[in-house]
């Protein structure tokens, strides 16, 4: 246990500090990059959790594919030179601040109220392939429907991208 | 073979297997590399019908040592306008997920004398865990990293152009790979890879390349091609097109940083061929019960040499996709039949497994319940 805790400070420490380098680096591809890190230490989260499922996921899903565009996309735009668009800040920076501060608010009140000081919040159910399965796709339970709703959303997604791509080229 | 449960001290023989493991898959990795670059050209040789290396050690086979002197005692030229941090760190994130891989390697089952009589089947693996065939399409797409920074650290439009093709390339194979590894792991019904090489025990029959005719076969095929494309090699090596590109994403390094480089692409290219052994071609199994006498690394480690052999062929048969080819081949062609072999695997073992052995719901308790007992299989329904 105690071991355990230290690894999470540690890592929590190193989590932050590749997020706060996604926002304050003035490098898109070091963000970019930065928030790989961000992935893979979450990833290690849900591996100390027992979600071993829910952890490779998101290397395979984030690290491995989208962040891969991410940085693709960043390349081909602008060779990773500082971007003057990040410079143009007018409205941004408040609204994020109050976004922000909102959104901190909300976590530490629901830290505050959920868990005690002390006592480790401990899955029942670990993360198995199996567990998931049988927990998303029981028809006695509310997720199927959502799940299989989320699944058409990202299918009209990829239908729109290509409908817009092909309306471009002729 | 079977092995007696012996312990020196305080250490136990079952304790210490996977550390022996980690130190014996990674050092074969490490030491096969030079030997693999001897072979790969020695085979390029005969198919060309040239004589290939020859000076150096008898039949040339300390060529490979002889080049890496060369590379280690080279001078370490560091280009003015790169992105240091990450030009020194691309060989390095390049080289971990390719040697973290083979963590979850299935490569013999031991048989260990537990006292008593009691023989039990030990997998010499360094992690058998429950997600390994995940943990190895997530190391597996993290490689790509390594290539990408390195073509945009160098400051340099080939490298940059290498880096860009080997991200377009990776993404668009990895989609048909996983989907040919999910029907994989469909036929063997299990995501842990010793589970997977265990069933198929028995003949060649029971190898998942040969498992739902011709649906087990289409997919392996998915994979084959999908994991060459995912090691940048040729026919798919349009990172480091050498016509076009100079050398791609490796242009600006030199000396051990090249070498760096060179060996990722030979231990990933050992790494795919053990998982392509462990997942299709039945692992450590023998193709015949008549042939069990021989061990099972044994199998493993020919099965894999059979696969470079493979790898070897296909470079120098097949010239290099356009790239335009290559995006069609990967989208048009391989993911819709990997698709469509996934699907039909998934209806015809719907269909085909009898409704006593369909298991109902088992109860799971919400995750928020934490002092609830943890999980109870009820066939109630």
């Known amino acids: 246990m105690q071991g355990n805790s230290i690894g999470f400070w540690i890592l929590a420490a190193l989590c932050i500090a590749a997020a706060v380098q996604v926002v304050a680096n003035r490098n898109p591809v070091r963000s970019a990059l930065a928030l790989v890190g961000v992935m893979c230490c979450l990833s290690v989260f849900y591996f100390a959790q027992g979600a071993e499922f829910v952890g490779a996921v998101q290397v395979i899903v984030y690290a491995g594919a989208i962040m891969v565009l991410f940085l693709f996309v960043i390349m081909l735009l602008n060779l990773g030179a500082p971007n003057p668009m990040m410079d143009r800040v007018g409205l941004s920076k408040p609204v994020a601040l109050l976004a922000s501060a909102v959104l901190l608010g909300s976590l530490a009140f629901a830290g505050a109220l959920k868990i005690a000081p002390g006592r480790a919040v401990k899955s029942p159910v670990s993360g198995t392939v199996q567990q998931i399965g049988y927990a998303l796709f029981d028809p006695g339970r509310p997720w199927l429907f959502a799940f299989e709703l989320t699944s058409v959303l990202l299918l009209v997604g990829v239908v729109g991208a290509v409908v817009l791509a092909q309306r471009r080229s002729d | ?381």
């Not at chain 2, 760190?89 to 390049?94: D, K, S, T, Y």
């Not at chain 2, 053990?274 to 008549?290: D, E, I, Q, R």
Request: charged share 15%; aromatic share 10%; hydrophobic share 55%.
């Open chain 2, 1 to 381: 073979m079977v092995i007696p449960n012996f312990s020196i001290g305080p250490l136990h023989l079952l304790d210490v297997l996977p550390y022996v493991a980690i130190v014996t898959i990674l050092g074969v990795i490490l030491l096969l590399t030079p030997f693999l670059v001897w072979y790969e050209r020695v085979a390029l040789a005969l198919i060309q019908d040239r004589l290939g290396p020859n000076r150096v050690g008898p039949r040339g086979l300390l060529q490979a040592f002889a080049d890496g002197i060369k590379l280690f005692l080279k001078e370490d030229i560091r280009p003015s306008a790169i992105d240091a941090t990450i030009y020194y760190a691309a060989p390095v994130l390049m080289m971990i997920p390719a040697l973290a891989a083979c963590a979850v390697l299935p490569v013999a089952d031991l048989r260990i004398d537990m006292g008593g009589g009691r023989i039990e089947a030990i997998p010499f693996v360094v992690g058998n865990v429950n997600i390994g065939i995940l943990y190895l399409l997530g190391l597996t797409s993290l490689q790509v990293y390594g290539i990408v920074l390195a073509g945009w650290a160098s400051n340099n439009k080939y490298s940059l152009m290498g880096g860009l093709r080997s991200s377009a390339q990776t993404i668009s194979y990895e989609l048909s790979m996983t989907m040919a590894v999910l029907t994989g792991v469909l036929i063997s019904g299990s995501t842990n890879m010793v589970e997977i090489v265990r069933s198929q025990a028995g003949t060649v029959a029971d190898w998942n390349i040969a498992k739902f005719l011709p649906l087990g076969f289409i997919a392996t095929v998915v994979y084959l091609i999908a994991m060459v494309a995912e090691t940048n090699r040729a026919p798919f090596d349009l990172p480091e097109a050498e016509s076009e590109l100079v050398a791609g994403f490796h242009t600006e390094y030199s000396s051990m940083k090249f070498a760096m480089f060179f060996m990722c692409e030979y231990a990933s290219m050992l790494v795919i061929s053990g998982v392509a052994t462990a997942l299709w071609f039945g692992g450590w199994n023998s193709p015949h019960p008549a042939l069990n006498f021989v061990p099972g690394f044994v199998w493993f480690i020919l099965k894999v040499v059979a696969f470079v052999m493979v790898y070897v062929w296909v470079r120098a048969t097949l010239p290099r996709l356009r790239y335009d080819a290559l995006m069609a081949l990967g989208w048009k062609r391989l993911l819709p039949i990997a698709l469509a072999a996934l699907v039909l695997t998934a209806t015809w073992d719907a269909v085909r497994t009898p409704a006593d052995k369909k298991s109902g719901w088992p109860v799971i308790e919400a995750p928020h319940d934490a002092d609830k007992p943890v999980a109870r299989a009820s066939n109630a329904r």
